[in-house]
């Protein structure tokens, strides 16, 4: 399935945000700062972010301010990509096509590349030109999604430690809701809070937002068994041969299939008060469950 059509606009404005927030090469220490660069404009498709503008126009018409906590995700999820091709967890040599950080830069910057854009997405967010209140809920609901409580940080450390191991299903659900759902979800939840959304409607986009990341990352572990590592841009049949709990190592290919497409369905449902104003939503939504990389 291709992009929707939208998306293209999107990424070309979150590409020029982002070109702005980082330091330039030439700012020193320049070494961090080109990694930095090299691993941000490495070629990602900019879902999150996107997801996160694309939220806020269902509140408002103007969502520049959104730029910043878009970008402040995206930056996250770089310095995560970073620390997950590490040798120590992933030892992953290929990321978007590219050599990882570390290959191309050392473990040692590439380290400290992830820890600089951790830091700098917070430094955006405090920046964020919307009122304090809102500022805060965002940094709140961004720090939780990143961290070690049904987080990022937390799914992955039972990821690492599910290695080799039989996991029932809700330990299977705990890892994919952790370490890929709550950053998505935080991406809508921020994009919903910075356009001065209602607490009811954050609650059912934070649903919105769990589901078809849950989603997103069962069809992760589909097309790492499925397609080439020309295909995904990274090493394909890592999951099988690192013995990582994975949906199709749980339940086979077909029932993984099915698994994603009710949990699409689900999240998709959740849009339903917001009709055509959550169209672009619903596209994203389809795509990331269509998607073949």
Not at 65 to 93: G, Q, R, V
Not at 153 to 180: C, F, N, P
Not at 236 to 250: E, I, N, R
Not at 273 to 281: F, K, T, V
């Amino acid at each position: 399935m291709k992009l929707p059509p939208f998306f293209e606009e999107d990424r070309l404005a979150v590409d020029a945000a982002l070109e702005r927030l980082l330091p330039a090469e030439t700012a020193q220490p320049s070494s961090i700062h080109t990694a930095m660069r090299y691993s941000v404009f490495a070629g990602g498709k900019r879902i999150r972010p996107i997801l996160c503008l694309e939220t806020s126009r269902i509140f408002a018409s103007v969502v520049l301010p959104t730029l910043h906590p878009a970008c402040a995700i995206e930056l996250i999820h770089t310095y995560s990509l970073i620390h997950d091709d590490l040798p120590a967890l992933d030892n992953d040599d290929l990321r978007r096509g590219k050599p990882t950080c570390h290959k191309k830069f050392g473990e040692a910057i590439a380290i400290l590349a992830g820890d600089a854009l951790l830091t700098l997405a917070f430094e955006t967010i405090g920046a964020t030109p919307a009122a304090a209140e809102r500022r805060a809920a965002i940094l709140s609901e961004v720090a939780a999604a990143a961290g070690t409580i049904n987080g990022m940080v937390g799914g992955q450390v039972a990821d690492l430690e599910a290695q080799g191991k039989r996991v029932d299903e809700q330990m299977l659900e705990y890892i994919h809701r952790s370490k890929t759902a709550a950053l998505i979800s935080a991406s809508i939840t921020a994009g919903a809070l910075c356009a001065g959304a209602s607490s009811e409607d954050v609650a059912r986009l934070r649903r919105f937002g769990g589901t078809i990341g849950w989603a997103f990352q069962v069809i992760d572990d589909i097309l790492d068994v499925e397609e080439s590592s020309t295909a995904l841009g990274k090493t394909a049949g890592k999951d099988l041969a690192q013995q990582k709990a994975t949906y199709p190592a749980v339940y086979g290919l077909e029932r993984s299939h099915q698994i994603a497409n009710r949990l699409a369905t689900e999240a998709i449902a959740e849009l339903a008060p917001y009709a055509d104003r959550a169209a672009r939503l619903r596209e994203i939504a389809e795509f990331l469950v269509l998607r073949r990389a």
